[in-house]
């Protein structure tokens, strides 16, 4: 839907939550998927587009993207979603990082690659909006658990004023 949007792409900076640690041109790699469907089909500068340079591999990516975001924040605006699991970005139920960190490196992802680059609790609640969208049955269960108050990744990126969730009927299941 954004790609039909009527904005004023020239205003528009774009970041990424996370990133696999593949190849630049790698399809899988979400700058390439934000690309295909989205990116190339407005009129945004390419200087405006700061891709992670997951290609550096987690620790150096990680580094070298923190600067970035650290001038970028805070946000204007943080659009997540949910995976099965209750994670958001490439933050997973069950592991452990530094919540000062802007931006982490992983190298234990529970689903393939395992290397990649998320932005932290630190930068996804610098925004002055959050908003997190989640669809399909698949997830009905975590929102469930979610509801019930359980801890998920998803449930600590919270912004500067509360995160606006959007679930569809298939997720919510009532």
């Not at 490196?105 to 959050?130: C, F, M, W, Y």
Request: aromatic fraction near 6%; glycine fraction near 8%.
């Amino acid at each position: 839907q954004l790609s039909k949007a009527d904005a004023d792409w020239n205003r528009w900076q774009i970041y990424f939550g996370d990133e696999r640690c593949l190849p630049p041109d790698h399809g899988d790699r979400n700058s390439i998927m934000a690309g295909q469907s989205w990116l190339e089909h407005v009129a945004i500068p390419k200087d405006n587009i700061h891709p992670i340079p997951a290609e550096q591999g987690p620790e150096q990516g990680a580094d070298s993207y923190t600067s970035i975001v650290r001038q970028a924040c805070p946000f204007d605006l943080v659009l997540l979603g949910m995976g099965e699991d209750g994670h958001t970005a490439s933050l997973f139920p069950g592991h452990m990082h530094d919540p000062n960190e802007m931006v982490h490196a992983i190298r234990d992802a529970p689903k393939p690659p395992q290397d990649r680059i998320s932005l932290g609790l630190t930068a996804l609640n610098d925004a002055r909006e959050v908003m997190i969208l989640i669809t399909g049955k698949s997830k009905r269960k975590t929102v469930q658990r979610w509801r019930r108050g359980e801890q998920l990744p998803v449930t600590q990126v919270q912004g500067l004023s509360g995160a606006k969730v959007y679930i569809d009927s298939l997720a919510y299941g009532e």
